[in-house]
């Protein structure tokens, strides 16, 4: 196997590390070690990336569920409401150039980073769960789903502490849930606008569980905040890296 390809499984385990850790987080650099490391087009490695991180997120789910940690009212709350935005997100990237996904992808990444450094305590719980304001999240995450490959676990770990209250280990086991679910909806419509390579999707996929199954066991153990600012201050280099290169670019 080429040495690009053998990087690109490396770091598809970390992303399914921080799956598993944090509930979300790793499948925003996705698309990125696709496009970049792996050298998948844009709009192939948006399919990909939605199979890669729904098939490890309900891997890491459904252990996290066998510990207690789940919560099936809140996840199919969020789940189905995002499950019916995420095809119309995917519709509308093939709709889009290469160079503007990426430009996107970064302003994201960089928004993310911030919101993650900032938050990177612990989240104040909502005692009474919002009916309505908790499918309105679930609906904007499904959104950003289809159209970026992106679980969405940094915007539905908080939502679920705040709009379900959650405490922090229930809402990471319910949103790998709901990234499954908001995923696979994603999925279905991307396989029917464009080819995929299955064996190249099929070996990240299953490099992304072994780490999200390490991460899982980690996550009793380690605390939450401090990685989570790590990993924040690292999406924020890598959404750097990505606007320079796209936006100086021909």
Same mark, same amino acid.
Request: hydrophobic share 60%; charged share 10%; net charge positive.
């Given at each position: 196997?080429a040495?690009h390809?053998?990087?690109?499984l490396?770091?598809?385990?970390?992303?399914?590390?921080?799956?598993?850790l944090?509930?979300?987080g790793?499948?925003?650099?996705?698309?990125?070690?696709?496009?970049?490391?792996?050298?998948?087009?844009?709009?192939?490695?948006?399919?990909?990336?939605?199979?890669?991180?729904?098939?490890?997120?309900?891997?890491?789910?459904?252990?996290?569920?066998?510990?207690?940690?789940v919560?099936?009212?809140?996840?199919?709350?969020?789940?189905?409401? *995002?499950?019916? !935005?995420a095809? $119309? +997100?995917?519709?509308?990237?093939? &709709?889009?150039? =290469?160079? #503007?996904? /990426? %430009?996107?992808?970064?302003?994201?990444?960089?928004?993310?980073?911030?919101?993650?450094?900032?938050?990177?305590?612990?989240?104040?719980?909502s005692?009474?769960?919002?009916?309505?304001?908790?499918?309105?999240?679930?609906?904007l995450? *499904?959104?950003? !789903?289809?159209? $970026? +490959?992106?679980?969405?676990?940094? &915007?539905?770990? =908080?939502? #679920?502490? /705040? %709009?379900?209250?959650?405490?922090?280990?229930?809402?990471?086991?319910?949103?790998?849930f709901?990234?499954?679910?908001?995923s696979?909806?994603?999925?279905?419509?991307?396989?029917?606008?464009?080819?995929?390579?299955?064996?190249?999707?099929?070996?990240? !996929?299953?490099?992304?569980?072994?780490?999200?199954?390490?991460?899982?066991?980690?996550?009793?153990? /380690?605390?939450?905040?401090?990685?989570?600012?790590?990993?924040?201050?690292?999406?924020?280099?890598?959404g750097?890296?990505?606007?320079?290169?796209?936006?100086?670019?021909?």
């Amino acid at each position: 196997m080429a040495p690009h390809l053998l990087l690109a499984l490396a770091l598809s385990t970390l992303i399914g590390l921080s799956l598993g850790l944090l509930g979300g987080g790793g499948s925003i650099l996705a698309v990125p070690v696709l496009v970049y490391v792996a050298r998948v087009d844009v709009h192939a490695a948006i399919g990909m990336s939605l199979a890669i991180v729904g098939g490890t997120a309900l891997v890491g789910g459904l252990v996290h569920a066998r510990a207690g940690r789940v919560n099936l009212r809140a996840g199919a709350l969020f789940g189905v409401a *995002g499950m019916i !935005t995420a095809p $119309l +997100g995917a519709r509308v990237t093939h &709709l889009v150039a =290469p160079r #503007l996904l /990426l %430009l996107l992808f970064a302003a994201l990444m960089l928004g993310v980073g911030t919101l993650m450094l900032r938050g990177g305590g612990e989240i104040r719980t909502s005692r009474r769960p919002h009916r309505f304001a908790a499918p309105l999240a679930g609906l904007l995450v *499904g959104l950003l !789903t289809g159209f $970026l +490959g992106v679980g969405g676990g940094f &915007l539905i770990v =908080p939502a #679920l502490t /705040l %709009l379900a209250g959650l405490e922090m280990p229930a809402a990471v086991g319910t949103s790998l849930f709901v990234i499954a679910a908001n995923s696979a909806a994603g999925l279905a419509s991307h396989l029917g606008q464009g080819e995929m390579p299955a064996g190249l999707t099929a070996a990240f !996929t299953l490099a992304a569980v072994v780490g999200a199954l390490a991460g899982v066991r980690l996550s009793s153990g /380690l605390h939450p905040a401090r990685l989570r600012r790590g990993f924040a201050l690292f999406v924020i280099l890598v959404g750097l890296a990505l606007l320079a290169r796209n936006a100086i670019g021909p």
